[in-house]
């Protein structure tokens, strides 16, 4: 029953996670990635992946953080020692366990950055060290849905280079 619950909850925050692939402008991009953070968290949660639900409630709240003030070094640290120390209570010794605290913390290190092509590439590999993760808790819908955002993200990847080459063509000599 929780692994149905769990895949149905999954569908609802991979919906979102797709749609935002087409995003480009990263501060719209974080607004929704908190939704979706906040339905993997129950669906992590459903599915036994504690860890998976520590990092996913921890990175909806530095998204609410870093929305409401300027993303220092001090506060990005304070964000993955806070997820750390709470993941020590609900992980295992099975490296598998360690991903998604991993990737949050990778995330939350270049959340700021303002180049558009690297925060495209950063999301690319934390999204399959989630769907790593996925495959071991058994979070279908969400396996399938990475691959689509894969694909959503590389779409937006070639807009954002293709409109960066246009904007260097377009200065003047």
């Known amino acids: 029953m929780n692994i149905i619950l769990g895949n149905i909850v999954s569908l609802l925050g991979c919906t979102v996670m797709v749609l935002i ?3 480009k402008n990263k501060d719209r991009y974080i607004v929704m990635q908190t939704l979706q953070f906040l339905l993997n968290a129950l669906s992590h949660f459903l599915l036994g ?3 998976g ?3 996913s409630l921890v990175s909806a709240a530095r998204n609410i953080i870093i929305a409401k003030w300027k993303c220092t070094t001090g506060i990005k640290i304070a964000l993955i020692a806070v ?7 609900t992980v295992t010794a099975n490296p598998i366990t360690w991903i998604p605290i991993i ?3 990778m995330f939350t290190w270049y959340i700021d950055t ?10 690319i590999i934390t999204l399959i060290m989630w769907a790593v993760y996925d495959i071991y808790h058994h979070n279908y819908v ?3 849905f990475s691959i689509f955002t894969l694909i959503t993200n590389g779409i937006s990847m070639v807009k954002i280079h293709k409109e960066q080459k246009e904007a260097k063509e377009n200065l003047p000599a």
């Open 53 to 55: 639900t520590v990092a």
């Open 21 to 23: 692939g087409f995003i």
């Open 142 to 144: 969400s396996i399938w």
């Open 103 to 105: 990737a949050a913390g």
């Open 114 to 123: 303002k180049d558009a092509m690297w925060f495209k590439w950063v999301i």
């Open 83 to 89: 997820q750390a120390a709470l993941s020590i209570s």
């Open 49 to 51: 992946g504690f860890g």
